[in-house]
């Protein structure tokens, strides 16, 4: 694309292989900590070369996990983050992509205020609503239950809005065709809007995926009970939770275990959603 | 199939916007209307009512025997082709065949045989497989024209269905919807801004302007009586020349302008009329004299501009293969009293030969079929 200048190309590649470098240090260093035996660690210096435990250690964090520190063991962590971020990514996504239909297709009095007053939700982050969420979630006992650690993160301004932008490019006339053609307002959505949106779609399931597995504040706070903890706050127990110094080779397997959903999810949908972020497609 | 009869219709647009003023129109079972005007007058605004996508502010649309202004486009039994063709992009051509005929619950062995007598009959059949992208603008088209044809509607609405295809295809498909719609005597509401499709295509012309219909009748007949100023200049290309009468009386010669009726203050003349070249002056005919501006090629024909002696008023010429006239030299030109289009210049209507100009507004509206 650009001219093929042999330092302009040093000097790009130099620059690629540092930001790379910097990303991967602290994987690689997670990695190699989760291949050590406990006594490592005690010297104070992260190791730089793996060791020779790497079976025991994830031997011991998936079957065993850590009961002396009151967490459970990994499998059931995953499966709670697993459980949580598929709810709040699905309910999200359907959520999101009925409203976008109803701000753009459809004709109601103070339409363009709510689409204003969903567009101001995107100034609140789920850490400035935390405390009343929390009151109102209490309240309706849904603490330490699935639907607490998912409903509350579940309205989205900016899957609403992207998804808004993207109804508004769809010809209007492929609308009339399916009215013509005898296709009612949801029959439409259905049969047309969604097939339309399927790379934006899958490219936000991506987005929303690792937002809801990288929850951390909110399970924190609303789960007291071990069967619902989730993976990541899983982690933060285990580093804290003994009277001992953490077992940061353990730790660390749950750290790379814990890395290993998101990344498949990136991989298995790498092709849609790379689609969904750079083509639009009509 | 069916009439569509068209009673008084309004369509204003929020913000007192008038897009079309009181058109009634009847239209007879299996006839090809042609809709045809400047963009703005309205004429695809009045497809789409007749469609069902607009609502109707005041009058009745009939469909057949049925009142349909309430009714939604599906019930209306119409099938409609887009200027964009509006294919569904994600199906294949034959689901985009089969979309409507699947929200109608029709058998399913059905439709197979619908879709595929129509890919047959467009010539589509080997693409049934293929995604609208894959296509070309002209096979689009096409499936277009088939999503409607395997329909079997009461009546056909097309949108400028011509319009993003290149001039050669354009030719090519306007010949093949004429055939089609012959063959299958649908009636047929067609909007158009090109005046010459308009009467290639018409059984039946309406001219419309400004949100109403300017004159309504047969291709040839509003070609050879445009019923206005505005008529006259929008049907015919180069388009008509209008001269002022004052100017003929003042400088044209012949024994033609004497024979135009009272209240004509402005005349037209077609570019094809007017011939080049002396004329003996006792004939009944109208003469003229000017300079030539500028000669253009064309092909079979040439257009030449003139500048007429004693006003500069420009006026064009159309005649067969390349002339030898060099420009900045004076001719002289003439056309049959025949030729001459009577306008009144304050009413913009034509004026009739034997009576003085008359014509309310309702008069043109009303069309007679």
Redesign the interface.
């Not at chain 1, 009339?176 to 296709?183: I, N, T």
């Given at each position: 694309m650009v001219d093929n200048n042999r330092w302009g190309n040093f000097f790009a590649h130099l620059v690629l292989i540092l930001g790379v470098a910097i990303v991967v240090f602290p994987v690689y260093v997670a990695v190699v900590a989760s291949t050590h035996p406990p006594g490592t660690f005690v010297r104070g210096v992260m190791p730089l070369l793996p060791g020779p435990n790497a079976l025991e250690n994830y031997r011991t964090v998936i079957l065993e996990g850590r009961s002396r520190a009151g967490t459970p063991p990994i499998g059931g962590m995953l499966w709670n983050s697993f459980v949580m971020a598929m709810a709040i990514t699905i309910g999200k996504l359907s959520i999101s992509l009925l409203s976008a239909f109803a701000i753009v297709y459809f004709r109601f009095p103070f339409r363009i205020f709510f689409f204003w007053v969903i567009f101001l939700t995107l100034m609140l982050p789920v850490e400035v609503r935390i405390v009343p969420t929390f009151e109102v979630v209490a309240n309706l006992g849904m603490l330490n239950s699935f639907a607490g650690l998912s409903i509350p993160l579940i309205a989205s301004a900016t899957a609403t809005f992207l998804f808004r932008q993207f109804f508004m490019t769809v010809?209007e006339?492929?609308m009339?065709?399916?009215?013509?053609?005898?296709?009612g307002p949801m029959?439409f959505f259905k049969?047309?809007l969604l097939?339309?949106s399927?790379t934006n779609i899958a490219a936000l399931f991506v987005i929303m995926f690792i937002y809801g597995w990288n929850q951390y504040l909110w399970p924190l706070l609303i789960t007291t009970d071990p069967n619902y903890y989730t993976i990541v706050m899983g982690i933060q127990r285990m580093v804290t939770g003994g009277d001992s110094e953490p077992l940061w080779h353990l730790v660390m397997a749950t750290v790379v275990l814990a890395a290993l959903p998101p990344i498949l999810v990136i991989l298995f949908m790498q092709r849609l959603f790379v689609k969904g972020l750079t083509e639009t497609?009509? | 199939m069916a009439s569509i009869t068209m009673d008084d219709l309004h369509k204003v647009y929020a913000g007192n916007v008038k897009a079309v003023t009181g058109v009634s129109l009847d239209i007879a079972d299996g006839e090809l209307i042609v809709l045809v005007g400047p963009s703005g007058c309205g004429k695809s605004t009045l497809l789409r009512m007749v469609a069902g996508l607009e609502t109707i502010t005041e009058g009745t649309l009939k469909i057949g025997e049925r009142v349909v202004n309430n009714l939604e486009p599906a019930e209306r039994d119409i099938a409609m082709v887009f200027q964009n063709y509006a294919l569904y992009p994600h199906m294949t051509v034959y689901n985009n065949l089969a979309y409507g005929l699947r929200n109608r619950r029709i058998p399913k062995d059905d439709i197979e045989r619908r879709v595929r007598e129509a890919a047959e009959m467009l010539e589509i059949a080997a693409f049934l497989d293929r995604k609208p992208r894959q296509l070309s603008g002209g096979q689009r088209q096409r499936v277009a024209m088939g999503r409607a044809l395997v329909r079997e509607p009461e009546a056909f609405l097309f949108d400028e269905p011509l319009s993003n295809l290149d001039a050669k295809l354009r030719v090519q498909m306007r010949v093949e919807i004429r055939q089609l719609q012959k063959r299958l005597g649908t009636t047929s509401l067609y909007v158009t801004h090109d005046q010459l499709e308009a009467l290639t295509l018409a059984d039946r012309l309406v001219v419309l302007n400004g949100g109403v219909i300017e004159q309504v009748g047969t291709p040839m007949d509003v070609y050879r009586k445009p019923a206005s100023v505005f008529v006259a200049g929008f049907i015919g290309s180069p388009a008509m020349n209008m001269l002022p009468m004052a100017y003929l009386r003042e400088k044209g010669g012949g024994a033609a302008v004497g024979h135009l009726p009272e209240g004509t203050d402005l005349v037209g003349i077609r570019p094809d009329d007017l011939i080049v070249g002396a004329v003996d002056p006792a004939a009944d005919a109208l003469v003229l004299n000017g300079t030539v501006v500028l000669v253009e090629p064309a092909g079979a024909e040439s257009h030449i501009y003139l500048s007429l002696a004693g006003s500069k008023q420009p006026i064009t010429v159309r005649i067969a293969g390349l002339p030898e006239l060099a420009e900045g030299s004076d001719v002289q030109i003439h056309a049959a009293r025949e030729a001459l289009h009577p306008f009144n210049e304050e009413t913009g209507r034509r004026v009739a030969s034997s009576a003085p100009a008359s014509g309310s507004r309702t008069d043109r509206v009303h069309s007679t079929s």
């Open positions: 010809p006339e492929l009339e065709a399916a009215r013509v053609d005898g296709a029959k049969d047309i097939p339309l399927i497609e009509k | -």
